[in-house]
């Protein structure tokens, strides 16, 4: 039975599902999720993330991390971690650039966080002619605390589902997905009086509230990782850098926008990220954090433009390409202001590369 059909004969059985119940199944259901069974990448797949637009994106990560390890003191061992690490394109160039340090890889101990068996393949294929070998956990709990940490996780929180709340004439509802007399998944509105957070902003009828409890506990769990190791994590995804309104779950199949409910667990889909809410949790739980950044201002800091022209050099016949991708990954029209960063890092023992003032 395909998951839509499963889906169909649950919310009959048991009442409508919370988007973010929904979004969580069709994309983790261990029979048909889109993670867990056919995640595609790149040009041929569904979507294409920033490692896959440019070596660049890896590179200066990498070096991040490098000096992030130097700021830390240069400890004797320090893991290093990825969240969602797709199919390992981002840590190949992050380590190939990283061997400027030769120190820091010796003192790496690499950990990747992924819980798709076919993810864990690519990842492993990609890898398999680095310096370092991977080690794969399911969670951050499996990491052990005993050394510092610095951690990345690029286009993670945006798959983290959120609950959908509206504004009403009469009240608040709760978006949820129900199912029609012939079978067919639909949103629909259930009368709420309570169990959610208010906003501390004006929100007027009609306007959607999404609130992601995974989003806050990451938040959370990262704050407490990195007061408890010392270190820093690095975030970057799509997402809001202040409190606001609006509907942002979006379904991705073949490169194009689709009905999130025609095609449960064949399309990726997502949320955005929310970074004040994933940064007032880290707080909360003893970490420091920075502010967000646009992504083409944090790479810019990190030395994308200097990198570029290093390329284009090394290479002019593929400077076009070379400008495109750098275009892509930090103009204001594409990538370079949508995408955010952010750091979360042990209070009072770091200064994170590229969130000075």
Same mark, same amino acid.
């Given at each position: 039975?395909?998951?839509?059909?499963?889906?169909?004969?649950?919310?009959?059985?048991?009442?409508?599902?919370?988007?973010?119940?929904? $979004?969580?199944?069709?994309?983790?259901?261990?029979?048909?999720?889109?993670?867990?069974?056919?995640?595609?990448?790149?040009?041929?797949?569904?979507?294409?993330?920033?490692?896959?637009?440019?070596?660049?994106?890896?590179?200066?990560?990498?070096?991040?991390?490098?000096?992030?390890?130097?700021?830390?003191?240069?400890?004797?061992?320090?893991?290093?971690?990825?969240?969602?690490?797709?199919?390992?394109?981002?840590?190949? +160039?992050?380590?190939?650039?990283?061997?400027?340090?030769?120190?820091?890889?010796?003192?790496?101990?690499?950990?990747?966080? *992924?819980?798709?068996?076919?993810?864990?393949?690519?990842?492993?294929? @990609?890898?398999?002619?680095?310096?370092?070998? !991977?080690?794969? $956990?399911?969670?951050?709990?499996?990491?052990?605390?005993?050394?510092?940490?610095?951690?990345?996780?690029?286009?993670?929180? +945006?798959? @983290?589902?959120?609950?959908?709340? $509206?504004?009403?004439?009469?009240?608040?509802?709760?978006?949820?997905?129900?199912?029609?007399?012939?079978? *067919?998944?639909?949103? =629909?509105?259930?009368?709420?009086?309570?169990?959610?957070?208010? !906003?501390?902003?004006?929100?007027?009828?009609?306007? $959607?509230? *999404?609130?992601?409890?995974?989003?806050?506990?990451? =938040?959370?769990?990262?704050?407490?990782?990195?007061? /408890?190791?010392? =270190?820093?994590?690095?975030?970057?995804?799509?997402?809001?850098?202040?409190?606001?309104?609006?509907? /942002?779950?979006?379904?991705?199949?073949?490169?194009?926008?689709?009905?999130?409910?025609?095609?449960?667990?064949?399309? +990726?889909?997502?949320?955005?990220?929310?970074?004040?809410?994933?940064?007032?949790?880290?707080?909360?739980?003893?970490?420091?954090?920075?502010?967000?950044?646009?992504?083409? +201002?944090?790479?810019?800091?990190? =030395?994308?433009?200097?990198?570029?022209?290093?390329?284009?050099?090394?290479? !002019?016949?593929?400077?076009?390409?070379?400008?495109?991708?750098?275009?892509?990954? /930090?103009?204001?029209?594409?990538?370079?202001?949508?995408?955010?960063?952010?750091?979360?890092?042990?209070?009072?023992?770091?200064?994170?590369?590229?969130?000075?003032?």
């Amino acid at each position: 039975m395909a998951l839509k059909d499963r889906l169909a004969r649950e919310i009959a059985l048991t009442g409508p599902m919370t988007v973010a119940d929904y $979004v969580g199944r069709c994309l983790h259901d261990p029979q048909d999720g889109y993670y867990a069974t056919r995640p595609a990448l790149g040009a041929r797949g569904d979507f294409i993330t920033a490692p896959l637009v440019s070596q660049m994106f890896g590179e200066l990560i990498g070096l991040w991390a490098v000096e992030t390890w130097q700021r830390l003191g240069a400890p004797e061992r320090v893991r290093l971690v990825e969240v969602g690490p797709g199919d390992g394109t981002l840590m190949a +160039d992050a380590l190939r650039a990283a061997r400027l340090a030769p120190d820091f890889l010796q003192a790496v101990d690499l950990i990747l966080i *992924e819980p798709s068996a076919p993810l864990r393949e690519m990842q492993a294929r @990609m890898l398999a002619d680095s310096d370092i070998h !991977p080690r794969w $956990v399911t969670s951050l709990e499996r990491i052990e605390t005993d050394a510092p940490v610095i951690l990345i996780a690029n286009e993670v929180l +945006d798959c @983290m589902p959120a609950r959908q709340f $509206v504004k009403t004439e009469d009240g608040w509802a709760e978006r949820r997905v129900g199912v029609s007399d012939d079978g *067919e998944l639909l949103f =629909g509105l259930v009368a709420i009086s309570g169990g959610f957070k208010r !906003p501390d902003f004006e929100m007027g009828p009609g306007q $959607v509230l *999404e609130i992601s409890d995974q989003q806050a506990a990451f =938040g959370r769990d990262l704050g407490r990782l990195v007061s /408890t190791t010392s =270190g820093a994590a690095l975030l970057i995804d799509y997402g809001r850098a202040r409190p606001g309104a609006g509907d /942002t779950l979006q379904a991705l199949h073949r490169h194009r926008k689709i009905d999130p409910l025609a095609t449960p667990g064949e399309a +990726d889909l997502t949320q955005w990220a929310d970074f004040p809410t994933v940064l007032e949790a880290a707080v909360h739980a003893g970490a420091d954090v920075t502010g967000c950044r646009d992504q083409g +201002d944090f790479l810019s800091r990190l =030395g994308i433009e200097a990198r570029a022209e290093r390329l284009m050099t090394t290479r !002019p016949d593929a400077a076009p390409v070379i400008q495109r991708q750098l275009e892509r990954l /930090t103009g204001s029209d594409q990538m370079g202001t949508l995408f955010k960063a952010a750091a979360i890092f042990s209070p009072r023992t770091l200064t994170v590369p590229g969130f000075e003032a």
